[in-house]
């Protein structure tokens, strides 16, 4: 790859149409709140795209937003062609699509974001990414001696404040794959302004392309109601019950999160003062602890032809539903989901849909 061209302060804006351009530099400067970040909008026209490109990044940048489908500007110039080059260069790149481009499953790409089409939700993202991307930096700033770290699980569970995470961290850490290079080139290469870009490049798309993503270590406020089993619309009452175990480092504002370390240390001191019997499922135990914390009606359970609700525990996260254990329910997918996503199913009737049009 290229000297890598990861740094603060930039961010640059790339769509075929001028008016939904103009549209989306307006509203992410707006979500910024004056930041100090530049944003930069650019129409690609004829000529050498690529030149016109890498004169922008050449004092680098945090994050590249194009539009998927450029068609109506440059000749042969595509999104996709964007994400590459980003990605050689070790800056992070995202796509939108004002289409409704279907994103079938597939092994994930960790080195590359999605945004929403939608022009307000599209831009909050994009400024939530940037400032996540920023505060992962920062911290390498503040903490040079991060930089050591012998693997990026290690560093990004001392970066996060929370070592005993390291564990599950490393089993997220196979979908770095061809890209692993990276990662040896931080810890080669002398120049700590180097290292720090690339360590950010790294920590920033597995902290939140994988370990936020898919359900283990972390769990949203979603996944937080499937390990309780109960439905989504009770996600008010699980939030106020489990606010010692959020989560407050870079991307939090996308979340809320929520350890589930400290999910699990809440839930073994409510059992401590309990006569609640353990059920023999540990999900359905968990929500009887938990609706006695609360000293309120039984919470609402998710609606499942198979279970009824009574079971649960994991997440579907392709289609968002609360799945269980049993084989008719959901299955494990090392080839779909990452290792450490243990709290992670792929829904049963959705994978043997699916399944033959990918080769599963």
Known sequence: MTSPKFSIGRIILIDDDSKQLGELDAAVKAALHDEGCEVIAWLPEAGDVLATFDGMVANGATLVVTDYDLTKGASGFFGASVVAWCQERAIPVGDYSRGNRQNIPKEPNLFEFRFESSTTEGAAEIAAIYRGFKEIWERFVTNAALLTAPSPANMLAELLGHPGAVSAFSLYTP??????????????????????????????????????????????????????????????????????????????????????????DLVDGWAENSDIEYSGDQASYRRALLEQQLGAAPLERYNCPRCQGELGGYRCPFTDAVVCE????????????????????VERVFFDETSPMLGS
């Open 175 to 264: 979908q770095i794959g061809t890209n692993a290079s990276l990662f040896e080139l931080v810890q080669s290469d002398r120049s700590e302004p180097s290292r720090r870009a690339l360590s950010s490049y790294i920590l920033g798309h597995l902290l939140f392309n994988s370990i936020l993503r898919y359900p283990g270590p972390l769990l949203d406020a979603r996944a937080a109601c499937s390990y309780f089993a109960v439905a989504d619309s009770a996600a008010g009452s699980v939030e106020s019950a489990i606010t010692a175990a959020a989560y407050d480092g870079p991307f939090a504002e996308l979340g809320p999160f929520y350890w589930r370390a400290g999910i699990d």
């Open 326 to 345: 049993r084989s008719d329910c959901s299955i494990g997918s090392s080839g779909w989901i990452p290792l450490g996503a243990d709290l992670s199913r």
